[in-house]
């Protein structure tokens, strides 16, 4: 049940058949697609020494080369764009709107495996460090001009069982009819929870800071982090012929 | 199920009450979210006036006036910057960066929701016109700087049993270790089947086409019209303060 769900971040050794893994991403495929399109690729990542090169992409977060397999969700324009060329037409898919609309396809399809993935007993941790490095991963993939990687899925059956993550209640998060903009007493009755949890007091405690917030500002959401990887970003859209 | 899956265009008068679209929402909430920030808002539109003014943007499609709901699904970094200014705390989201790491987390939210809503006996339509006609959408909903309508889905009770879309072959868009470059033969194997289906034959015929693709490049997913849509897209993003 999605209500109950949790990213799983250690996996016992037991491996994941291909016929299943393959059966669950066909069903994925199923998933909304934008004209029909199906501008996506995934790539499957079982041989340890390719775990061990994309790694680093990961920032050597242990997910990767403990999971059985990690999954790249790929948008991919190149597929069709050969189709194109093959059947005397001329592809228009080299610009920001068409990765965007790829990027869109990829995602509907990642969470749709995330959510078959879980039904049938497997773990699944997200890896948003693939946008973050994503020309290691390009390069060890030897993803082609328009592909390019949006998301990493490390899959595996659990070997631990953590706590629920928090969420803002819900209604906080749902606008009828138009966005109702936030009052500064909305915003302290939406983050109360998060606040009062233990491990987030200790959290900024060790990170000497004053607020919870500022976890986030100062040390894993940083500004000047995030302006590198936005120039990174335009940089290996470029590359990839994206923009 | 997932594999039985059809987009629903035509809805019955049955309305879907509240309580049940906010525990779906509330549930789809659950969905993994990048550093546990929900960067997303859910506008929901009911009332008639709305949808009539939302049509537009639409490309006046008639899912958004015939459905008993739409969802607008927004990118949201404001309701996090507002918290992060409120605790002292220096936020730096306006960046492409942060507008995509909130794009996919909006998207997850969007295809859990999707999910949920289908096995509830709902159908649902994604609408890719969204990103086409932003500022409309923003205008007509109030979307406040750092948000950005990603993704709208019309959700109902099912009026229609339409036949079931094609898919390429799975195994064609998964790769096994890295990208397998497609030869021309693996090309015309992958379409072989979309290109026999009549439906799309008799769409070559009315567009006057040689080959289904140029009715996709020349008809329904234009460069031109893409290359005005990503102008428009940077444009808007700008408006909105994420570049």
């Not at 233990?198 to 917030?213: D, P, V």
Request: aromatic share 10%.
């Amino acid at each position: 049940m999605l209500k109950d769900r949790k990213t799983i971040r250690k996996y016992s050794n037991k491996d994941i058949p291909a016929e299943l893994l393959n059966r669950l991403l066909a069903e994925s495929f199923r998933s909304s697609t934008m004209g029909g399109m199906q501008l996506y690729s995934v790539v499957v990542t079982r041989d340890q020494t390719m775990k061990q090169e994309l790694s680093p992409a990961h920032f050597n977060q242990p997910m990767i080369k403990g999971a059985p397999v990690v999954l790249t969700f790929c948008a991919d324009f190149h597929r069709f764009s050969l189709w194109c060329k093959q059947r005397k037409a001329e592809p228009g898919y080299n610009n920001l709107m068409s990765f965007y609309n790829a990027s869109m396809d990829t995602l509907l399809v990642a969470q749709s495996f995330s959510l078959l993935a879980e039904e049938a007993g497997m773990g699944i941790c997200y890896l948003g460090t693939t946008t973050y490095n994503p020309q290691q991963i390009i390069d060890i993939l030897h993803l082609p001009e328009l592909v390019f990687p949006v998301t990493t899925i490390t899959v595996g059956y659990p070997a631990e069982s953590p706590k629920q993550q928090d969420r803002l209640p819900a209604t906080g998060l749902i606008h009828e009819e138009s966005y109702h903009e936030y009052s500064s007493s909305d915003i302290d009755a939406l983050y109360k929870e998060k606040e009062a949890i233990q491990e987030n007091i200790q959290f900024i405690k060790e990170n000497n800071k004053e607020t919870l917030a500022q976890v986030f500002t100062d040390v894993r959401y940083k500004e000047e982090d995030n302006i590198i990887m936005s120039d990174n970003l335009l940089k290996v859209l470029k590359q990839q012929h994206f923009i």
